[in-house]
Antibody
Framework: QVQLQRWGAGLLKPSETLSLTCAVY????????WTWIRQPRGKGLEWIGE???????NYNPSLKSRVTISVDTSKNQFSLKLRSVTAADTAVYYC?????????????WGQGTTVTVSS | DIQMTQSPSTLSASVGDRVTITCRAS??????LAWYQQKPGKAPTLLIY???NLQSGVPSRFSGSGSGTEFALTISSLQPDDFATYYC?????????FGQGTKLEIK
């Protein structure tokens, strides 16, 4: 059973850098796109971006100038950095697995990390 | 970006009812559409992929249909566990985008 476990700082000040990591347990790392999604409290889902095991990335243009997603295949981990955060970046952040073979969609999700940006 | 519009935003129904949620894309996405269920405080779970394919382990009362720009999620007989928020998502074009969600409430 594949599991995604995430960690990172939950409280940031404006202008700081959000940094989250997601570790993949119980499955292979290749053949998928590893994805970050966020959800402001009480609102809908926003796709942030994704990375595969080779390091190929795709980003949401609305965040692209501030986002970096990276991968560490030796640890089966992938990470999100979001620079210059503001209150608008306050949200629950999810990591998820997008299944490329068969183009299934995001079939495994992590639990979500609440990130609050406040001075 | 492709805009995904769900309707209704809120749906009140009773156990045993048949309900349908629709999702419209601002341009054709062929059948590159997924449906997710989300319960309060939890991550979404995948129900349907490629518009009409039931994800493994999902009850058969859930079904999806449509292609191009018009899609639907149908629950044939609502169960108490089905009261949740549902999202459609297109993965035809980057950036992938979600509908605004449909909250399914108990009548």
């Amino acid at each position: 059973q594949v599991q995604l476990q995430r960690w990172g700082a939950g409280l940031l000040k404006p202008s700081e850098t959000l940094s989250l990591t997601c570790a993949v347990y119980g499955g292979t790392f290749s053949g998928y796109y590893w994805t970050w999604i966020r959800q402001p409290r009480g609102k809908g889902l926003e796709w942030i971006g994704e990375i595969n095991h080779s390091g190929s990335t795709n980003y949401n243009p609305s965040l692209k100038s501030r986002v970096t997603i990276s991968v560490d295949t030796s640890k089966n981990q992938f990470s999100l950095k979001l620079r210059s955060v503001t209150a608008a970046d306050t949200a629950v952040y999810y990591c998820a697995r997008f299944v490329v073979r068969g183009v299934i969609g995001m079939d495994v999700w992590g639990q979500g990390t609440t990130v609050t940006v406040s001075s | 970006d492709i805009q995904m519009t769900q309707s209704p935003s809120t749906l009140s129904a009773s156990v045993g009812d048949r309900v349908t949620i629709t999702c419209r894309a601002s341009q054709s996405i062929n059948n590159w559409l997924a449906w997710y269920q989300q319960k309060p405080g939890k991550a979404p779970t995948l129900l349907i992929y490629k518009a009409s394919n039931l994800q493994s382990g999902v009850p058969s009362r859930f079904s999806g249909s449509g292609s191009g720009t018009e899609f639907a999620l149908t629950i044939s007989s609502l169960q108490p566990d089905d009261f949740a928020t549902y999202y459609c998502q297109q993965y035809s074009n980057y950036p992938y985008t979600f509908g605004q969600g449909t909250k399914l409430e108990i009548k």
